[in-house]
């Protein structure tokens, strides 16, 4: 009998635990896989030793190591995000590996700066956004904010959270290519992404439309637009969201039929050329009077000349210009075009800046950084090559509840994070899950600055090309500017911006269940 009372406890207790596991909101695998959700947890928390002997090390997981991955997810938690024992990094053997040349003196913190991320400490501000040409240009709070990623490629539960982790910081959150659905409403200033299937702006057949843009935007809180050409996982290709992923819901937001595949066609069929996309700029900005940036992965050079000439000459053209690196990338691709099409961002970015430099256009437009810069270290390079902000999308899904599962395309994201199955995405909690990616968007705005200061400066934005160098494998190190053919005076801001960047915003409070 013994055993028999044994076995009754037993299952009670894994009962207990399952009923726990559904009925809690802060962890989406337990919510979604009661009782053997654990067990990932167990297996997480005694990785490191049992990596020492089998497996991969700390560093080798891709797109995100395990190091990175543990940063975040720390981060989020506001755990300590500390490493112990140095770096287990082969620096003597790693290719294009960052070092940041830190100052014989530093910058000090502010007075009654905390030692920790906090809510309650202010940040320095970002560039303006549309200067003095636009009516309603403004100088956003954040010098970091969250990348386009769709209602559709992601859940409702995760673009609530996301948008209420914006409302929180004070970041932007742009809403991808999918248009505006309710769960966008929750707070955070919109960056409106009009992509090539000018979903949420759009008539039956599919063609740009004005009006319907204007009555999109007249009730939401869009502060800015951003045409994109195209984006680091797929140039050239255009976007799929499968027929299972399209909802009734999706398919009133995007005007589409429901349950059928869901394409973007590879180009605009609104303009043609330069000459016609900065006509289409100055139409948007002149019909909405908000700031209008262009986004696009970076390949063939001619075009980034072809631009800055064009705006030098009629003094037209993007306020914002978004840099998708060839390693970006929220959504799945054909291996080929994800491995191999469009140039890796510290390649990327240099190639378009270029241009606008050499003429002298730099302080009129907003360059913005994205693909895996949500890491400081890549976030402080891109800052020291020209960026005035920087997007982070896939770091903002890890911080969200993201396994790296990969398995984004499928429809069966176990976190509920990129799926449009009731049952997954139910495992997602937007209230606890809006303060995880806020507590992560205030610690890599914090570590920026702590970067910033070891340089020697108080805002990334003053971060020089020669202050962050590139190791190769032949123990040869370079600064990056010098690696882009950059002139000394290049990727900084100037002097009538360097006053704006130390404006303080308001903070908000602190949320509840942080």
């Not at 959150?173 to 960056?191: F, M, W």
């Not at 843009?213 to 969201?241: M, N, Y």
């Not at 370079?478 to 903070?507: M, Q, T």
Request: aromatic fraction near 8%; charged fraction near 20%; hydrophobic fraction near 40%.
């Amino acid at each position: 009998m013994a055993w028999v009372v044994l076995l009754v406890v037993v299952l009670l207790v894994i009962l207990a635990v399952g009923i726990y596991d559904v009925t809690q909101r802060r962890h989406a695998i337990l919510r979604n896989f009661p009782v053997v959700g654990h067990f990932r947890y167990v297996l997480e928390s005694f990785g490191p030793e049992l990596r020492q002997y089998i497996l991969t090390s700390n560093d080798e997981e891709k797109p995100f190591s395990r190091d990175e991955r543990r940063w975040i997810y720390t981060s989020a938690y506001q755990r300590d995000n500390t490493f112990g024992f140095g770096t287990d990094n082969q620096l003597e053997t790693t290719t294009d590996y960052l070092i940041v040349t830190h100052a014989a003196f530093p910058e000090p913190p502010l007075p009654g700066e905390p030692s920790v991320p906090s809510w309650d400490f202010p940040v320095p501000c970002a560039k303006v956004l549309g200067g003095h040409r636009r009516r309603h240009a403004f100088r956003p709070s954040s010098i970091v904010n969250i990348s386009g990623m769709s209602f559709g490629a992601l859940s409702g539960a995760a673009i609530e959270a996301l948008n209420r982790g914006a409302a929180l910081t004070g970041c932007l959150h742009n809403t991808g290519e999918g248009g505006i659905s309710p769960h966008h409403r929750h707070g955070g200033d919109l960056v409106l992404q009009i992509g090539t299937g000018y979903f949420g702006c759009r008539t039956a057949e599919g063609a740009f439309s004005m009006e319907h843009l204007l009555r999109t935007i007249s009730d939401a809180p869009v502060r800015a637009l951003e045409v994109k050409l195209s984006q680091g996982a797929k140039p050239g290709l255009g976007g799929l969201l499968p027929g299972a992923k399209v909802t009734p819901e999706i398919a009133r937001i995007r005007g589409i039929p429901v349950g059928q595949d869901c394409r973007s066609p590879n180009r605009h069929t609104a303009f043609d050329g330069v000459e016609g996309l900065v006509d289409f700029v100055e139409e948007l900005a002149e019909a909405t009077g908000l700031p209008v940036g262009v986004k696009s992965a970076v390949g063939e050079h001619a075009f980034w000349v072809d631009l800055a000439e064009r705006m030098e000459l009629t003094g037209s053209g993007p306020d914002f210009i978004t840099i998708d690196g060839g390693e970006g990338g929220t959504g799945a691709a054909p291996l080929v075009f994800a491995d191999h099409v469009s140039l890796p961002f510290l390649r990327a970015f240099p190639r378009a800046y270029r241009p606008f430099a050499e003429r002298g256009l730099t302080d009129r437009i907003v360059f913005v950084g994205s693909a895996r810069l949500g890491l400081a270290d890549r976030a402080l390079a891109a800052f020291a090559l020209g960026c005035d902000a920087v997007q982070v999308g896939r770091e903002a899904m890890l911080a969200i509840g993201c396994i790296q599962a990969q398995r984004c395309h499928t429809g069966r994201c176990p976190t509920g994070v990129a799926t449009q199955s009731r049952r997954l995405e139910r495992g997602l909690d937007p209230g606890h899950k809006s303060v995880r990616v806020a507590n992560y968007l205030v610690t890599l705005r914090q570590e920026l600055l702590r970067l910033a200061r070891a340089c020697g400066h108080d805002h990334p934005g003053r971060v020089r090309a020669d202050q962050v160098e590139v190791l190769d494998a032949m123990q040869r190190s370079v600064a990056i500017g010098e690696l882009a053919g950059y002139e000394p005076d290049w990727g900084r801001p100037s002097a009538d911006d360097l006053a704006g960047l130390r404006r303080e915003w308001p903070v908000s409070p602190t949320p509840a269940g942080r």
